[in-house]
């Protein structure tokens, strides 16, 4: 039986990832963890954690027997370029303090996602492949390229079982983003509802790979119970839903709210925006454990639309992953 430890459990992913495990394994088998306790009641129980507290880390896996970690805590690309060292600490640290438990055998799995922010200018922007030049332009993407060096380490040095996904932009409506350069492509459908005008700090047409939630959570619970066997990548996993630009998604937003109006004012998220491909080959994953998405972007916008709230019951989380 897994016993499961969700770190950063507050965030866009981590919210509807902590739920999606409790329902498959049960809430009794899932411990929730975040810097601060949940403004929602959650379905799991929840333990207070700065994951760079070394020592309360490992008393939470110990007490709780946990066997499965699910690392999301992170600071994201826009917010990381405030605030670098604690940016790359957080972001690093974190892992390693995760991977030493694994490698001591105190745990048996782990995931940890890494991101198309690890891409850079030098990378095949067109479609980036499983293989390519990282060179990334934010300390959030450099965090991830050292990231996935050291998930494939310590899989090679000392076998490890660590699985990750390179998540495109995440859109989701059941929690705030958390400070990522596609956030837009949530921001927007609640002006969309409101009947209000939305300003985009992406310009028009810049095209970017997405996932819908439920795309990304099922990419996770899919990955983590494959056959090891069969996992050839162990840095990350491209994957992908669809790729997108905000002038396509606002003409899909038009075709359900037709007086939509957008402006384009980009700022210095565009630029970091620029740096990462506008698609992704995913079709190692699709080999190696069978993933395929299920939400296109007219899915995707109908289903945002339908359940979007017009605005948030809780501030943005400063830990979160994306």
């Known amino acids: 039986m897994s016993r499961i430890l969700v770190i950063g459990s507050n965030g866009q992913i981590g919210s509807e990832l902590t739920a999606a495990l409790a329902s498959e394994h049960g809430s009794a088998n899932v411990v929730a963890a975040d810097v601060t306790p949940p403004a929602l009641p959650q379905c799991t129980q929840f333990v207070s954690l700065d994951v760079l507290d070394n020592a309360r880390l490992r008393e939470i896996v110990v007490k709780h027997s946990i066997t499965?970690?699910?690392?999301?805590?992170?600071?994201?690309?826009?917010?990381?370029?405030?605030?670098?060292?604690?940016?790359?600490?957080?972001?690093v640290n974190s892992l390693l303090n995760v991977l030493e438990l694994a490698r001591e055998k105190r745990v048996s799995r782990v995931f940890w996602p890494s991101s198309i922010a690890a891409f850079g200018p030098h990378s095949s922007l067109e479609i980036a492949p499983q293989w390519a030049i990282m060179d990334p332009t934010t300390i959030?993407?450099?965090?991830?390229?050292?990231?996935?060096?050291?998930?494939?380490?310590?899989?090679?040095?000392?076998?490890?079982?660590v699985r990750s996904i390179r998540y495109p932009g995440v859109v989701g409506y059941k929690a705030p983003p958390g400070g990522g350069t596609t956030d837009y492509a949530i921001a927007i459908f609640q002006a969309a509802k409101r009947g209000e005008p939305y300003h985009c700090f992406l310009d028009a047409?810049?095209?970017?790979?997405?996932?819908?939630?439920?795309?990304?959570?099922?990419?996770?619970?899919?990955?983590?119970?494959?056959?090891?066997?069969?996992?050839?990548?162990?840095?990350?996993?491209?994957?992908?839903?669809?790729s997108f630009s905000p002038a396509e998604l606002t003409r899909s937003i038009r075709k359900r709210i037709p007086r939509f109006q957008v402006t384009y004012v980009p700022d210095f998220r565009q630029q970091i925006a620029q740096s990462w491909p506008r698609s992704v080959d995913d079709s190692q994953a699709r080999a190696d454990w069978g993933w395929e998405p299920r939400f296109d972007l007219e899915a995707l916008v109908e289903d945002m639309i339908a359940n979007v709230p017009l605005d948030w019951e809780r501030s943005p989380p400063a830990r979160a992953a994306s």
Request: net charge positive; hydrophobic share 40%.
């Open 68 to 91: 499965d970690i699910y690392l999301l805590a992170a600071v994201l690309s826009a917010r990381g370029e405030s605030a670098p060292l604690s940016t790359w600490t957080l972001n």
């Open 205 to 242: 047409h810049t095209t970017l790979p997405m996932i819908y939630m439920p795309d990304a959570v099922r990419a996770t619970l899919e990955l983590m119970k494959a056959d090891p066997g069969r996992l050839r990548i162990r840095s990350s996993y491209n994957i992908l839903g669809t």
């Open 140 to 161: 959030y993407g450099a965090s991830k390229v050292a990231g996935e060096r050291l998930c494939e380490y310590y899989f090679a040095k000392f076998g490890v079982d």
